[in-house]
Structure formats: structure tokens, C-alpha cells
């Protein structure tokens, strides 16, 4: 599998990640049996993944436990992204979540942590402060941030050159980072990692109509307002996505090949991409989604792909935010 080496880090990552969120169950996720989340981290290590991204969020440390139980005998070969919740961007509060993280994966170090969303409300100058000097200290070897907008890595970017990485929501059908945040991530070398890169299951071709979605599936911007866990007060536009996703069937099917894999390689054709978080609640499915590292996707599909998904990306406009309307990404 191809790496990547990260900016300003000594190490290198593979093109596809595996995203440890759903392994923890609870959430949208439902039961999960923890023999098959240790199956898929160490499915995923043997398949050739080295990058393996959590977070404190993802059941209270219960996903960098798991990472810990599973891949202990080879953490030397791996590299662990985890991140730190808005609320600990004070600077003592990030030494000591650092800590916390530090714990939670039974280590003395963190090869990448990440600041999981902006907070307005701490100076950012005070958490880029803490990054540095635990990078320093050796308590982390690089650091990134997530869900950072033009105006935050700008604002980000006058307290130090040396964020490795931009964690973003980016998908075939959710295509708004392309405006104005790809190109600023592009110009400052910020490499970025895309989650929701299967748009929870959208891009799978499981789902035909919006009424087959599941209420906790139904909460991004693509679908009404009036479904239950919505809270982006907008109409929404659930017509244009599925008539989007039946167009991506369709040019996948023209070609042979699975849309998942269709819609993972698309991503990684895409320029200021370094890595992409997939995910899989056990062994099979870890298998299935790493085939897409595999394909490789000619211009013209590239073309027909980004042709039929125009219409919707014009239609969801800028806002990078998933699910509010009112943007928390800057």
C-alpha cells in the first residue's frame, strides 16, 4: 500500500486509514462485540495499514483501548492519530488531556494528535502554544487539527507552520471543502484526511430512497429538516442526493466495479488528499473497503463522476458543517 509522509513528522502513513470509531458500538453504531473489533484493527494491520485514527470521544477512551489491546505487540510499526475534545484547548487543560490520551493508549508518546473541532471561545494561540511545546517535550511527535475551515488554519497558521494534517468530511456526495478549504489546505502544504468517505453507507448503494435511511443516518444536510435528529433547519435535498447516487451506481456499474470502491478511489484520485479514513465493525468488512486502495480510477470516470455530482455540491453551497446550518467551521 502506498504512504505518505506527513509534513513536518518523521514518519510515514498509508493511504487508507482505518477509522476506529464504530468498533466502540453505542452511538448510531449499536451492540458490537469487541472479539470483532480487535478482528478489524488487526485485519486492517495485516492488510498493510499502519495509520489508525481515534479519538477521546469515540466511548470515553474505549477506542484507544481497543487500538491498545489489539496492536500492543506491534505499536512500533504503527501510527496512532488520536484527538482532544474543544472543551481541554486551554493550555494546561491540553497538557493534561495529552496525558489522558497518553494513558489511554497505554504509551509515552502520541504520534499525531489532533484538535478534534474549533473552539472559539479559547484562544487559539493558547492551544497552538501547548501543541508546540509538547512536541518539544517529546510528548507528541506532530499534531493536526479537524473540522478547521479557511479562517481557522488561517488564524492557526500565525502561531506556528507545523500542522501535519486537516481531518475533514469529504465524499463524492459531500464535495463543499472543494470551495474554498482544499485550496487553502493545497497552498499551506496541510495534507488532509477525509472521514465519512462512504457517507455513512449512502455510497454503498445500500439505501434507494430517503425513507430507507435510518433517523441517525438522516441527520446531515442532504436530508429534510422534519426527519427527528435532524437539527440543521434546512430543507434539505434529498431528491438531488439520491438522483446523485444513482448516478454514481450507474457509472460504476459501467465499469465494473463496486460504488464503494468507486467512491473510495475517487477520493483518493483528488489533489491535497493524504490519507482516507475507512472503517469496518469486523473482519469482512474491513477486507471489502480496503479493495478500494486497489483501483485506480481513469480521467474520464474521474470526469463522469465529478459531472454528476456538480449539481448537488452546488446545491449543499459552502458550508463545510455536515449538520448544522449555521456553520461551527470557519
Known sequence: MICIKLPHTDFEVTEIAFGAWAIVGGFNWGHQDEKDSIDALRTAYEMGINFFDTAEMYG?????????????????KI???????PADFSFNDVKKA?????????SDRLDLLQL?????EIPIE???????????EGKIRAFGV??????????????????????LPYNLIWRAIEYEVLPECKHRHVPIL???????????????????????????????????????????????????????????????KPMVEVSIAWLMAQPAVGSVIVGGRNAEQVKKNIKAAELKLDDDVLAQLNKATEPLKQKLGKNVDLWEGESRIK
Open 126 to 136: 493558547e492551544t497552538m502554544g501547548a501543541l508546540v511545546e509538547l512536541k518539544k
Open 194 to 256: 477525509c472521514y465519512s468517505p462512504i457517507m455513512q453507507g449512502l455510497l454503498t448503494g445500500k439505501f434507494t430512497t430517503p425513507e430507507e435511511v435510518p433517523d441517525d443516518r438522516a441527520r446531515t444536510r442532504h436530508f429534510s429538516s422534519q426527519r427527528p435528529q435532524s437539527r440543521h433547519g434546512q430543507e434539505g435535498c434529498e431528491k438531488e442526493t439520491f438522483e446523485t447516487l444513482r448516478q454514481i451506481k450507474a457509472i460504476a456499474d459501467q465499469i465494473g
Open 79 to 85: 501510527i496512532i492519530a488520536t484527538k482532544i475534545k
Open 98 to 106: 495529552t496525558e489522558e490520551r497518553l494513558k489511554a493508549l497505554n
Open 60 to 76: 470515553s477512551g474505549a477506542s484507544e483501548n481497543l487500538i491498545d489491546k489489539a496492536l500492543k505487540e506491534v505499536r512500533e
Open 116 to 120: 478534534h473541532w474549533p473552539n472559539p
Open 146 to 167: 479537524s473540522n478547521f475551515g479557511k479562517n481557522d488554519l488561517t488564524e492557526a497558521f500565525k502561531y506556528t507552520d507545523e500542522i501535519s494534517s486537516n481531518q
